[in-house]
């Protein structure tokens, strides 16, 4: 039996997960959903910024952010960042700070 990513997962912390998920698959990826979507992100984990990225000819484009200031790079090669890291491992990279 494989080990989950997420051992002893809070039950609010899942709930919000699935919530955040059945709104992702309902929905499309209309810029207003994709907002919102962010925004629910952001406010599950009480984050200061969260950015969803799309990948277009070789490079990761910003598609919806939340949070006060914009992101820094909202365009970038695929083969830079911790994004390019986690697109060439395959599995996602945690990080505590950035």
């Known amino acids: 039996m494989r080990e989950s990513a997420f051992p002893r997962m809070k ?3 899942c709930k919000k997960l699935q919530e955040i998920g059945a709104f992702a698959l309902a929905g499309g990826c209309t ?3 994709m ?3 962010v925004e629910m992100i952001r406010a599950a ?3 200061r910024w969260v950015g969803v990225y799309k990948i277009i000819k070789h490079e990761f484009v910003i598609v919806s952010e939340s949070g006060e200031e914009p ?3 909202p365009r970038f090669p695929i083969s830079q ?3 390019g890291a986690a697109l060439e491992s395959g ?3 945690i990080v505590g700070d950035v």
């Open 11 to 13: 039950e609010t912390t």
């Open 31 to 33: 810029r207003k959903r």
């Open 35 to 37: 907002k919102q979507l």
């Open 45 to 47: 984990r009480d984050y």
């Open 71 to 73: 992101a820094t790079y």
């Open 81 to 83: 960042g911790l994004c």
């Open 91 to 93: 599995p996602p990279v």
